[in-house]
């Protein structure tokens, strides 16, 4: 069995704080993970981590079977990232940006520019946006993250929090890209906070509170052991309980 | 309930924000090593500033009420007020207060206006003018304690004076970088004036005074003139005051006041009525020109990073401002240089120096221009050697043009020969390597984000800017030093030895600095990600 991201006991402590701690897990190549957990559970940690941007403080990362430690160039030239706040190079512009990226990864023009028109068109960007990425609205950027992680045809795409901010019907395409990447063998990792779209989309669910890894598996194997309704119930009730009553002075 | 005022709230979250961000950056070493730089300038720099300026206002003040004495002194608290004003909105920009993020709240202009002025004076030059000022006065107190309760009126005026001219200044050069058009004609015809009427000024003084006593005459009539401006400045009326308090007249000595207070009130309106342009957030909009649609090629992403150096250093304001640096410094040179005795062996390296010094900030920080765009980087395959070459390919484009255009100005003029052209360009790259490799470290151990549609360039940690200073002034000693040395013992050595000196450099920057450096931002690459991101 191949797997296509392997974490070995991976913990990262800011000082004191431990964001990630002891995290083991494999996903194997192919599948769709969805990576969920509250507000600073460790998530985009991790997938920082993951991606090169944090150094783990203790553990090991393993990508496509190359260790993180020593072959990052190997791994970077494989993967494909949207990072939460999407960390686009706003004083170039959307074609300008995607050309850099794109030749970062050692692609030719003709192919960068044929591959950014079908994805420009695909997710409603098409004709090309004039101006800066700096002037770009919310959702726009978030499109051209997304073509730029993607431009490169990478094996294994990490997304964060890839539907936040987005519009109904570009939501529904990125969607869509997903489930074709999926089928054709390319790894996702996402994570979300919309529950019902991560129901919908990610067979595999891992679940995160506190930097520690609280249930990973497929979704129907979870549900059925946990007893839940659905994946919302299911969260809910792995990480601790909803806070209920009023508000004092309302 | 207590209600806090705006302005406080303001000027606690600024000192907060100030705090908390030196307090992570630093850590333990780097805030030792801090406390150590700075008590060492406490007591080479500031201890001697303020003993001379008591010791100055001391015997200024045992004077009074001599006519020339106040004048002196009048002279000094303007001169105070305008160097810092000027120095300080030209180097340190118009903002100390971060409005973006208050834009959100019901705050009145004023509070905003006084907020500003006060986190002002917390700069490093404001607070040096207001220190020589204060000292100086207080000097004066000590040998007439009878003014004591006079002088914060002229010290308040001249604290004021700092920071409004800082602000006008800041801002006007802010907008004239955002109209480089407009910037290069106004730097045009200060270039013709200097170069076409002070020459024949000079020539005209020369040829009519040839003799000792025509040219005392000259100095004389000059000198009248120097006078009647200094009678004529808001300072020397408030120190006029001064002297007729010493004589018994009160009433005199504050309508003296008057005229001081009324010009530094017509500051106070012109930098609250700029700050009231500024603070709209269209005055804010980041660079929307010049986004030129033209797609990029390279070989290399070491090209790549390069080219996106070039990109982020010409779009920003920062940036364009310096592309007027070889007009400045041609003006100098053609200006108040040429009047100086000896000047021309020293004019040179001095024209390649300050060229060299005008880019220190983006290459004391070279991933500031980046700001969050650093993920981006960060996220793509390429070694961090590659990424630092990139970065140094861009900054070298960068000052290649600024050469370029220094070299034809000066051809213009011809102030230059061929052989020291290059021996210039030699020095100017020698400076460069050095500021460059000091830059690799400095980027990665205290990175901050600078901002593209602003001058504001102090947005550098301070150690960043002491080490910066220190390691500009062992150039210019060392290169410069070798230089004028060379230059003076046999000029005909002159390119050869700069040649090697540049070439021994480029060695050690290549096979030692170069290496070592992108060890260090392998290890730093976490802290970029946060401190930018």
Not at chain 2, 190 to 214: C, H, N, V, Y
Request: charge should be positive; glycine fraction near 10%.
């Amino acid at each position: 069995m191949s797997y296509a991201l392997e974490f070995e006991n991976l913990t990262k402590a800011f000082g004191e704080k431990v964001a990630v701690h002891d995290l083991t897990l494999r996903v194997e190549a192919g599948s769709l993970l969805g990576l969920l957990g509250r507000n600073g559970a460790g998530k985009s940690t991790t997938l920082k981590m993951v991606t090169g941007l944090l150094k783990p403080t203790s553990g090991s990362i393993r990508v496509l079977g190359l260790d993180l430690a020593t072959d990052d160039l190997a791994i970077k030239q494989q993967i494909g990232v949207m990072p939460e706040d999407m960390a686009l190079l706003e004083y170039l512009t959307g074609p300008q940006y995607l050309r850099f990226v794109g030749r970062m990864y050692g692609l030719e023009d003709a192919v960068i520019d044929a591959r950014r028109d079908e994805l420009f068109a695909k997710l409603d960007l098409a004709p090309a946006p004039k101006g800066l990425v700096a002037e770009y609205s919310y959702g726009m950027k978030k499109k051209l993250a997304l073509c730029a992680a993607l431009i490169h045809a990478p094996r294994v795409v990490f997304l964060d929090e890839p539907f936040e901010g987005i519009d109904a019907v570009t939501s529904r395409t990125i969607k869509d890209i997903l489930n074709s990447l999926q089928s054709r063998g390319v790894t996702i990792i996402l994570t979300s906070h919309i529950m019902e779209v991560v129901e919908k989309l990610c067979p595999l669910i891992a679940i995160l509170d506190e930097g520690k890894l609280l249930g990973f598996g497929p979704l129907t194997e979870l549900r059925a052991a946990e007893g839940a309704d659905n994946l919302e119930s299911l969260f809910v009730d792995l990480v601790g309980g909803v806070k209920t009553g009023e508000l004092s002075w309302l | 309930m207590a209600v806090v005022g705006p302005v406080r709230t303001l000027l606690v979250a600024h000192l907060q924000a100030g705090w908390n961000r030196s307090r992570k950056e630093l850590g333990k070493s780097g805030r030792t090593a801090y406390v150590i730089t700075l008590t060492m300038l406490g007591l080479f720099a500031a201890m001697p500033m303020v003993g001379g300026s008591l010791v100055g206002g001391y015997f200024l003040g045992r004077g009074l009420p001599d006519p020339i004495l106040i004048r002196i002194l009048g002279g000094i608290l303007a001169f105070l007020a305008l160097l810092g004003g000027i120095v300080g909105g030209l180097f340190s920009g118009n903002r100390t207060l971060g409005w973006e993020s208050t834009r959100i709240f019901p705050l009145r202009l004023r509070s905003l206006f006084t907020a500003e002025l006060i986190a002002g004076a917390g700069d490093l030059l404001p607070l040096a003018m207001a220190t020589i000022s204060a000292c100086l006065l207080l000097g004066v107190g000590v040998a007439k304690p009878v003014l004591l309760m006079l002088l914060p009126l002229p010290w308040l005026g001249t604290l004021l004076a700092v920071l409004c001219i800082r602000y006008l200044v800041g801002s006007l050069s802010a907008r004239l970088t955002k109209h480089l058009r407009l910037a290069l004609a106004v730097l045009a015809f200060f270039l013709w004036i200097t170069t076409t009427l002070l020459p024949t000024t000079t020539r005209r003084i020369t040829e009519k005074g040839r003799s000792p006593s025509a040219i005392s005459l000259q100095v004389k009539q000059g000198l009248k003139h120097l006078v009647k401006v200094v009678d004529h400045l808001p300072s020397t009326q408030s120190v006029r005051g001064l002297g007729d308090a010493l004589q018994g007249r009160w009433g005199l000595a504050l309508s003296r006041q008057i005229y001081p207070m009324a010009m530094l009130a017509l500051l106070l309106l012109a930098a609250a009525s700029t700050l009231k342009h500024d603070s709209n957030p269209q005055a804010s909009d980041p660079v929307k020109k010049g986004s030129a649609e033209k797609l990029w090629s390279f070989s290399t992403p070491m090209l790549g990073v390069a080219r996106l150096q070039w990109r982020a250093i010409t779009s920003s304001h920062l940036g364009r401002f310096q592309l007027l640096i070889p007009l400045m410094v041609l003006v100098l040179i053609k200006g108040p240089f040429a009047s100086i005795k000896g000047a021309t062996i020293w004019t040179l390296p001095m024209a390649f120096a300050y060229l060299s010094m005008s880019g220190i900030q983006i290459q004391l920080n070279q991933f500031g221009l980046d700001g969050p765009g650093i993920k981006a980087l960060l996220l793509l395959p390429i070694r961090s050697r590659d990424l630092l070459v990139g970065k140094t390919l861009g900054l070298l484009g960068f000052l290649g043009i600024q050469v370029a255009l220094l070299l034809i100005l000066l051809s213009l003029v011809g102030k230059l020969g061929p052989l020291q052209a290059l021996a210039g360009v030699c020095f100017s790259g020698c400076l460069f390597l050095l500021q460059v490799s000091l830059g690799h470290w400095t980027s990665a151990w205290l990175p901050r984000p600078m901002p593209r549609d602003s001058l504001k360039n102090n947005n550098m940690a301070q150690p960043v800017i002491w080490l910066g200073m220190a390691g500009m002034l062992v150039g210019m000693l060392i290169f410069g030093g070798i230089f004028l040395l060379t230059n003076w013992l046999a000029p005909a050595l002159l390119l050869p030895v700069m040649a090697l000196l540049l070439g021994m450099l480029f060695l050690i920057y290549k096979h030692q600095v170069l290496p070592a450096a992108a060890r260090y931002l392998d290890g730093r690459k976490e802290v970029l990600v946060q401190s930018l991101g």
